[in-house]
C-alpha cells in the first residue's frame, strides 16, 4: 500500500487536475486562446539578411572556373562552404536534416561548354523553409557568380565578355518554393504557444497548491512527490495536444499551409516536447514562493525561447554566442523537427539529431524538479 | 490491568528554525483513546510538534513513535493511520464538497469510494453541501469537512491543530461531539486550542510556551502543579482596582472576569496580606478555585519573564 508508486493515488490526483481545470475558466479560456491570438499576431514575421550559410557543393567538372565561382561564393559573405559531396542522395539528405541551406551543383563539362559559350547551367538548391534565411542569398548568387566569371575571361576568351550571360543560373528553392513566411511562422508557432502556455500553467500548478494550504494537506497523506507531479503533467500533456491541433486546423485552412511529413510521427515526437516544457515548469513550482513569482519565471524562459530558437530571427543569422544558447533550448530543436516534418516530409532519421537534445532537456528539468519538490514544509 | 502501548511517545523531540527554536526537548506520552489538549501562546511550537508527528517536518533530535511506528523511519506508516486536521483549511476550494472526500478517498486508496464518501457525509451532516464548492461553505463547515476528510480512512489517531478557530460555540460543540463519538471508538486525539473550556474537556493536557513544556497532566494536577491560589474580589467598580492591585507586593497577576477580579499568587499569605488591606465596606473577596486559565497565564507570564 506504501510502495513506491500507487496507482490510486496517481489517477487521483490526475482526476482533481482535471475537475479543477475546468472549474478555473479563465485559465481554460487561455489555454485556447492564446494559440489563435498568437496565430494572428506572428502573421507577419520580421525578415533579416543572415550570411555565412553552410553550403555544400556537388562539382562534376573540376576546373578554375569552377574554383572561381565557388570562391566568389564565400567572399559573398552569403555562403560558407562546409561540404563537399560526391552524390546528389548525400547532398539531398543534408538539406532535409537541415545540416546545410545550399547546394550547388556544377555539371560535368561546364567549364568546356563555358569556353565555348553555350552558357551552361548552375543548380543552387536552397532549404527554403524560413524563406528569410535564404532570399538575400538566392538574389545574390547570380550576381556573384557572373562578376566573378568575367574577371576571368582574359586572353583568347575576352571575347566571352561581350555577347549574352555566359552561364545561367538554375535557382531551386526546395520546400517553400514561393517564399510564402507563414508556412515557415505557422508551423513553429506550434513550438512557441506549447511552450508558453505549458510552463507558466504547470509552474502554477505546485505554486497554487502551496500558496492555497492544499499542499500541506497533500504532504500528510501518503502521496509521493512523483505520484502528485506525473499526475499534474498528464492532464496538460492532453492540453498541449488539443492546442497542436488548435493551430495545425489553423495552419490547414487559414494559412493553407503544407503538410506533407507524417502527421503521426509529429504528435508522437512532440510528446517529448511537450514534457519537457512542462518539466520546465515544475521545477519552477518547486523554486518559485508564490505564483507571480512562478509566472515571472516562466517569462524569463520564454523570451530567449522565442528569440533564439530561430523562431523570430533565422537562427544562422545569429552571432555564434545566441547559437550556442539556443542549441540548449528545447524550443529551436522542435521548431527544426515540426519544419523538418511539415513541410519537408522528414522522417525519422532526419529528426534524430534533434530529438535527443530534447530528451536530454526533459531529463535535467525533471530531476532538477524531482529534487526540489519539498517533500516536508522544510 | 496490563500497560497499553502509548499512541505518541516521544522524547527530547527538538526543531530549530535558524536560530529559532520552535520546539526545545519535549516529551510527551498520550495514552490510546485520549483526547489530549495542547495549549499555549502563539508561536509557542504547538503547530511545529504536531507537524513532525505527522511526518511534514523532520525532528531535528530526540527520538519517538507514534502509533508503534518510528518518527524519523517509518513515517509513511504512521501517514496512513493518521488524520490530520492543518489550522488553515487546506482543501481544494474549487472542489464540490464530494469531490473532495473522493479525492482524499482515492488518494488513500480507500475501496467502495462512492458509498464511504456518502456515509462520511451522512455522519458530518455533509449531504445537503454535497455538490457545493467547498470555498462557499461557512467556517463551522468548511472544518466540518476538513475534518470528514481525515475521518474517512478510519486513523487511529487525529491530529488536529486548532480545529475550532474561528468556528462559532454551536459549531464548536457539535465537533466536540464528535470527538467524544470518536474516542469511545478507541480514537486517539491531539488537539491544539486556546480555548478554556476546550482545555477543560481534554483527558489530558500539555502547556507549551517558547517551545518549552512547562506543565502536563490532567486540569486538576496542572491546576495543583501550579501552586497557585486564587481569590475573586467582587465589588462596585471592582475593575478599578484593578492597577493598584497588580503593584501590590504578592500579587501576581490580576484577571478581570465580568465583574469578578481574579487575583492570583503563589504565596497565599502574602496575597492574603495584599486583599487585607482592601476597603471591606467596598468590597468583598474570597478564596475561591484555581481556574486552569489562571494557571496558563500565570505560566505564560513567569515564562515570558525567564527570557
Redesign the interface.
Given at each position: 500500500m506504501t510502495g513506491f508508486f500507487s496507482f490510486h493515488r496517481f489517477l487521483a490526483i490526475i482526476v482533481k487536475e482535471f475537475v479543477q481545470m475546468r472549474r478555473d475558466r479563465v485559465t481554460f479560456a487561455m489555454m485556447i486562446g492564446i494559440p489563435i491570438v498568437q496565430m494572428v499576431v506572428f502573421g507577419y514575421a520580421i525578415n533579416s539578411d543572415p550570411k555565412h550559410l553552410p553550403t555544400a557543393i556537388l562539382a562534376a567538372d573540376q576546373s578554375v572556373f569552377s574554383r572561381t565561382i565557388i570562391s566568389a561564393m564565400e567572399n559573398s559573405g552569403y555562403f560558407k562552404i562546409v561540404r563537399t559531396v560526391a552524390t546528389e542522395d548525400e547532398a539531398s539528405f543534408l538539406i532535409e536534416e537541415g545540416e546545410i541551406q545550399f547546394v550547388l551543383t556544377i555539371p560535368e563539362s561546364f567549364s568546356r561548354r563555358l569556353v565555348r559559350g553555350e552558357q551552361p547551367s548552375l543548380l543552387l538548391t536552397a532549404d527554403a523553409t524560413d524563406p528569410s534565411a535564404t532570399s538575400n542569398a538566392l538574389t545574390a548568387f547570380r550576381a556573384v557568380a557572373e562578376a566573378a566569371l568575367v574577371r576571368d575571361f582574359q586572353g583568347p576568351l575576352a571575347h566571352l565578355k561581350r555577347g549574352p550571360p555566359p552561364l545561367s543560373v538554375i535557382l531551386h528553392p526546395s520546400y517553400n518554393p514561393e517564399a510564402i513566411t507563414q508556412y515557415n511562422i505557422v508551423p513553429g508557432l506550434m513550438g512557441v504557444v506549447l511552450t508558453m502556455t505549458l510552463v507558466i500553467i504547470t509552474g502554477l500548478a505546485i505554486t497554487r497548491e502551496r500558496e492555497r494550504g492544499t499542499m500541506e494537506n497533500l504532504l500528510s497523506t501518503p502521496v509521493k512527490p512523483f505520484e502528485v507531479m506525473l499526475g499534474k503533467i498528464i492532464p496538460y500533456i492532453l492540453v498541449g495536444y488539443v492546442q497542436m491541433g488548435v493551430i495545425m486546423l489553423a495552419g490547414r485552412f487559414l494559412f493553407k499551409v503544407p503538410m506533407i511529413g507524417n502527421l503521426w510521427l509529429l504528435l508522437a515526437v512532440s510528446f517529448l516536447f511537450i514534457a519537457a516544457n512542462l518539466g520546465v515548469g515544475l521545477t519552477f513550482s518547486t523554486l518559485a514562493r508564490n505564483q507571480l513569482q512562478a509566472v515571472q519565471m516562466a517569462f524569463f524562459f520564454f523570451l530567449p525561447s522565442i528569440l533564439l530558437s530561430g523562431f523570430m530571427f533565422p537562427f544562422r543569422g545569429m552571432p555564434g554566442w545566441a547559437q550556442m544558447v539556443g542549441e540548449t533550448l528545447p524550443l529551436t530543436h522542435f521548431l527544426r523537427i515540426v519544419r523538418g516534418i511539415l513541410l519537408k516530409g522528414n522522417g525519422l532519421a532526419q529528426i534524430l539529431p534533434n530529438l535527443w537534445p530534447i530528451g536530454v532537456f526533459l531529463v535535467i528539468a525533471l530531476t532538477i524538479g524531482l529534487t526540489r519538490y519539498r517533500r516536508t514544509l522544510d | 490491568m496490563t500497560e497499553v502501548a502509548p499512541v505518541i511517545d516521544v522524547r527530547d523531540l527538538t526543531k530549530t528554525f535558524g536560530t529559532n527554536i520552535a520546539v526545545n526537548r519535549l516529551s510527551i506520552q498520550v495514552q490510546p483513546g485520549e483526547i489530549y489538549g495542547f495549549l499555549g501562546p502563539n508561536g509557542s511550537g504547538k503547530t511545529t510538534f504536531i507537524?513532525m508527528l505527522?511526518?511534514?517536518?523532520?525532528p531535528d533530535s530526540g527520538s519517538g513513535s507514534c502509533l508503534g511506528y518510528d518518527l524519523f523511519r517509518e513515517s509513511?506508516?504512521i501517514?496512513?493511520q493518521?488524520g490530520?486536521l492543518?489550522q488553515?483549511?487546506?482543501?481544494?476550494?474549487?472542489?464540490s464538497v464530494r469531490?473532495n472526500l473522493?479525492?482524499?478517498a482515492?488518494?488513500?486508496?480507500l475501496p467502495k469510494i462512492r458509498v464511504l464518501v456518502d456515509e462520511t457525509m451522512e455522519r458530518l451532516g455533509l449531504t445537503r453541501f454535497a455538490g457545493q464548492?467547498a470555498g462557499n461553505l461557512s467556517g463551522g463547515w468548511k472544518q466540518r469537512l476538513a475534518l470528514a476528510?481525515c475521518l474517512l480512512h478510519k486513523p487511529r489517531l487525529l491530529l488536529l491543530d486548532e480545529p475550532t478557530a474561528g468556528v462559532d460555540p454551536k459549531a464548536r460543540r457539535d465537533f466536540w461531539d464528535e470527538i467524544y463519538l470518536l474516542a469511545a471508538e478507541g480514537v486517539t486525539s491531539l488537539i491544539s486550542t486556546h480555548y478554556m473550556d476546550e482545555a477543560e474537556r481534554c483527558h489530558r493536557l500539555a502547556y507549551l510556551a517558547y517551545g518549552n513544556l512547562l506543565a502536563a497532566g490532567t486540569a486538576t494536577e496542572v491546576v495543583a502543579a501550579s501552586g497557585l491560589h486564587t481569590w475573586t474580589v467582587t465589588g462596585e467598580n471592582v475593575h478599578l482596582l484593578s492597577a493598584t492591585l497588580k503593584k501590590t507586593t504578592g500579587v501576581e497577576q490580576v484577571a478581570p472576569f465580568g465583574n469578578i477580579l481574579h487575583v492570583s499568587g503563589h504565596d497565599p499569605e502574602a496575597l492574603g496580606a495584599a486583599l487585607d488591606n482592601l476597603d471591606r465596606g467596598k468590597y468583598r473577596y474570597e478564596q475561591s478555585e484555581v481556574s486552569l486559565e489562571d494557571v496558563f497565564i500565570s505560566l505564560m507570564q513567569n515564562n515570558r519573564r525567564d527570557h
Open positions: - | 507537524r505527522c511526518g511534514l517536518l523532520r509513511e506508516q501517514k496512513v493518521t490530520y492543518a488553515r483549511f487546506s482543501l481544494y476550494e474549487d472542489l469531490e473522493q479525492f482524499m482515492r488518494i488513500y486508496g464548492l476528510a
